[in-house]
């Protein structure tokens, strides 16, 4: 069974377009989160979500936004797409209240921008 | 907030030699926990071994070990009996035992199997 799962797998689409990326976690974490990986493979947090509270990285353009309908979903959308928004995508989940665990990632969602 | 550094873009290994990568950190907490990812070119994103800063003893997990230097902020990964499966990009990772939840994660180290 796969625990932390995104969709889809491969995103392109046009600039200027709005896009949605899936992400659902059958661990019963409380906390998920969206990182994104550029070219040069560095991965940097985007938003973490813990029982209905948003942390916000400040250096997310405002575009990005998370909608998260239940402790077991967090959602990406995306709007006004630019070419800079290429990358790997990935949601990840881990227990809070035990912070030695690990985070456990999603398979990632690569975007590209035309 | 805290910063991890990998200081090592690339490095290679012969198979069935050892391999060191390493990982500085920098963080005023006295608490907190450490970990390796490893992403192989599939991009799954999979954890190696984790470390709790309090505890003194390093943490091994079969060929797998790491080098926990509290004082310096270091904790570099050894990877014993190289294996070509373990060609991937390894990331060191830093998670506050107080505030924030998140991963900090360093730039990444990409290793090379060569048979």
């Known amino acids: ?114 | 907030a805290q910063t991890v550094t990998q200081s090592q873009p690339e490095m290679s290994v012969q198979e069935a030699e050892t391999v060191t990568l390493s990982c500085t950190y920098d963080t005023s907490e006295s608490d907190y926990y450490l970990f390796w990812y490893k992403q192989p070119p599939s991009r799954q994103m999979i954890l190696v071994i984790r470390q709790e800063a309090y505890k003194q003893q390093n943490a091994t997990e079969n060929r797998f070990s790491v080098n926990f230097q509290k004082a310096a902020k270091s904790f570099s990964l050894k990877i014993s009996d190289s294996q070509l499966g373990d060609a991937a990009m390894y990331f060191c990772a830093y998670r506050s035992k107080y505030t924030g939840n998140q991963f900090y994660f360093g730039t990444g180290t990409s290793l090379t199997v060569i048979p």
């Open chain 1, 1 to 114: 069974d796969t625990a932390v799962s995104q969709t889809p797998k491969y995103l392109v689409t046009q600039m200027g377009n709005d896009k949605s990326i899936k992400c659902e976690q059958n661990l019963g974490h409380d906390t998920m989160y969206w990182y994104k990986q550029d070219s040069k493979k560095f991965l940097k947090i985007m938003f973490s979500y813990n029982n209905k509270e948003l942390i916000i990285n400040e250096t997310v353009p405002n575009r990005f936004s998370p909608k998260s309908p239940d402790k077991a979903h967090l959602n990406l959308h995306i709007n006004s797409l630019e070419l800079g928004d290429s990358a790997v995508y990935f949601c990840a989940s881990s227990q809070t209240g035990d912070r030695h665990q690990p985070q456990h990632f999603g398979d990632g969602t690569r975007l590209s921008i035309l």
